[in-house]
C-alpha cells in the first residue's frame, strides 16, 4: 500500500486530514459559500454535493473510508496563526505499484491569489518524494483555468498532454483537461 500524507506544516500553512465529528459544521458553511466558484472547475468535487450537515458528514467520513483503504487523502490547508481554512489538497494514489500520486487542489473564495495553494501543493510534492517514495506526481486541470495551470508548472510539472474537449462544466460549457507530471529524477530526489 502507497504511504499518505497525513499532516503538514508550512511557513504560514498547517495541513491536516479532516475529522467528520470536528469539521463537519464548518466545512459545511465552507462547501455552501464555495460552490458557485468550484463549479465551473471543480464541479465533481464532493463539496458540490454537500447542502446540510449530516450530508458534509457523510462526505468526510468517505474521505477517512478513502484514506483507510490507501486511495487517497483529503488535506485541509489552514493558516498557522488564526487556523482559518484557505484551501484543499488532494492526493490520490495513481498507481500504488510504482509508487505513483495524483494530485488535486482548490482554493477557498475568499483567498484566492494569495500563495496559499502553492505552498500546500509545494510541501505535498516535496513530502510525496522524499517521504512517501513517489517516483511519479501526475496533475490533471481543465484547459481554461489559468491559475491552476500555473501552479503545476511553477511546481515544475511537464505538459504530457491535452484532453480535448473531454468534459462538460455544470455551466454546461465543454472544455478539455491538461495532463502535467513530475518525475524523481525531475526533482533529483534519490
Not at 486511495?71 to 489538497?89: K, W
Not at 501526475?138 to 511553477?154: F, M, P, W, Y
Amino acid at each position: 500500500m502507497a504511504l499518505l500524507p497525513n499532516s503538514l506544516t508550512t511557513k504560514r500553512l498547517r495541513l491536516r486530514r479532516y475529522a467528520a465529528d470536528q469539521d463537519a459544521g464548518w466545512y459545511t458553511e465552507m462547501a455552501l459559500k464555495n460552490r458557485a466558484h468550484l463549479a465551473r472547475y471543480e464541479c465533481g468535487n464532493a463539496a458540490m454535493r454537500i447542502g446540510s450537515v449530516g450530508e458534509a458528514h457523510k462526505v468526510l467520513s468517505e474521505f477517512a473510508e478513502m484514506t483507510a483503504s490507501g486511495r487517497a487523502a483529503f488535506l485541509g490547508a489552514f493558516r498557522r496563526d488564526d487556523d482559518v481554512f484557505v484551501g484543499q489538497i488532494y492526493v490520490g494514489v495513481g498507481n500504488s505499484e510504482l509508487p505513483g500520486y495524483l494530485l488535486g487542489y482548490f482554493a477557498d473564495v475568499d483567498h484566492l491569489r494569495q500563495g496559499y495553494i502553492f505552498e500546500a501543493a509545494a510541501a505535498t510534492v516535496k513530502t510525496l518524494f522524499e517521504t512517501c517514495g513517489a517516483e511519479r506526481v501526475g496533475l490533471g486541470c481543465d484547459d481554461t483555468n489559468i491559475a491552476s495551470q500555473r501552479i503545476a508548472e511553477k511546481l515544475g510539472m511537464v505538459r504530457e498532454g491535452h484532453l480535448r474537449a473531454d468534459k462538460r462544466n455544470a455551466d454546461g460549457t465543454v472544455t478539455g483537461s491538461l495532463l502535467y507530471g513530475l518525475l524523481r529524477s525531475d526533482v533529483c530526489v534519490q
